[in-house]
């Protein structure tokens, strides 16, 4: 009994411990206000473009070779995009209005902090708090402790009372309760694991569930996500590529898309390093599927007519 005890008491204390730095450390902040990219000369030239999808055709290289060649300059207060981001289906990428701020790092506006949290997971109501990149860490250790805990708790007791031949009403009860709880814990737990294995916050999951339960009522789904990317060949074009709810833009692996999470973002002083530290979560693989669908021509040009524009509001 008094091992029992001892094992009860310890992950009953670090449960609490995890709980307390969930809300001590709290989800974390982007480390500055990140500065838009400047998309107007590509947008000047993806006008000039029209709109041609067939990069190979000859009609599309001559549009290619007399597109203007004026040196790019850069308008003050904006950055270059980078290689790769994250946009709406008008190649645009994504504002924060109450931030007066790109939203790079998968962050989201939280309402309840009123700030842009990077690697947005989900507000916990179990925990009572906002799940972020800073707490993350603290959050798994809360989950995992708190089901040895209640499994723990839960066999022991069967076990004891068996031993006792006591398994009297109220233990039974108390079993049911604890049961119950462990099973819905458990299940947060492999939740979260199963989106550490795909690589996606649990808002980005959430979102791709929508998206699929959506799209099979219609194409076009108001979920649907985009990538902005450099044309492979013309400096001066970029491309609109339509996602599938099964790409995982950010998966390289368990263990990586769990150290990702730590990964220190205060360490960033400009919005220049935040643009190219968001480039670089995206997986080499995915880069890879996405210019394979370019060569397919399975794209529309970043500026031109866009048939993505059907896409309902
Ligand atoms: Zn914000």
Redesign the pocket.
């Known amino acids: 009994m008094i091992v029992f005890l001892a094992i009860a008491n310890l992950f009953w204390l670090i449960t609490l411990i995890s709980w307390t730095f969930i809300i001590i450390k709290g989800p974390g902040k982007?480390p500055l206000k990140i500065l838009p990219y400047d998309l107007s000369y590509f947008v000047r030239n993806g006008e000039s473009f029209g709109n041609s999808k067939d990069s190979n055709s000859t009609e599309s290289f001559d549009m290619l070779t007399s597109l203007s060649s004026s040196t790019h300059v850069l308008n003050t207060n904006t950055i270059s995009p980078p290689e790769m981001f994250e946009c709406d289906f008008n190649g645009l990428p994504y504002w924060?209005f109450?931030?007066s701020?790109l939203?790079p790092l998968r962050?989201h506006?939280s309402s309840v902090t009123n700030?842009?949290i990077p690697m947005f997971d989900h507000f916990c109501t179990f925990v009572g708090f906002t799940i972020g990149k800073d707490n993350f860490y603290s959050f798994i250790s809360f989950v995992l402790s708190m089901e040895i805990l209640l499994l723990f708790t839960c066999i022991t007791i069967i076990i004891y009372s068996g031993i006792k031949n006591q398994l009297h009403s109220a233990l039974i009860v108390f079993i049911i309760c604890t049961g119950i709880l462990a099973i819905l814990v458990g299940n947060l737990f492999l939740n979260l694991i199963y989106d550490l294995k795909k690589g996606e916050t649990n808002i980005e999951s959430m979102g791709k569930k929508r998206w699929i339960k959506d799209i099979k009522i219609n194409e076009s789904s108001i979920y649907s996500n985009f990538i902005n990317v450099q044309h492979p060949n013309n400096p001066k074009l970029r491309l609109i590529v339509k996602l599938s709810p099964m790409d995982r833009p950010y998966d390289k692996g368990f263990w990586n898309n769990l150290l990702l999470w730590n990964t220190d973002f205060n360490k960033f002083t400009s919005s220049i390093e935040i643009s190219e530290f968001q480039n670089s979560m995206f997986s080499n693989q995915f880069k890879k599927n996405i210019m394979d669908r370019i060569d397919h021509g399975d794209y529309v040009v970043f500026g031109s007519q866009t048939k993505l524009m059907s896409v309902k509001l």
């Open positions: 982007l924060c109450q931030c701020s939203k962050s506006h700030t842009c």
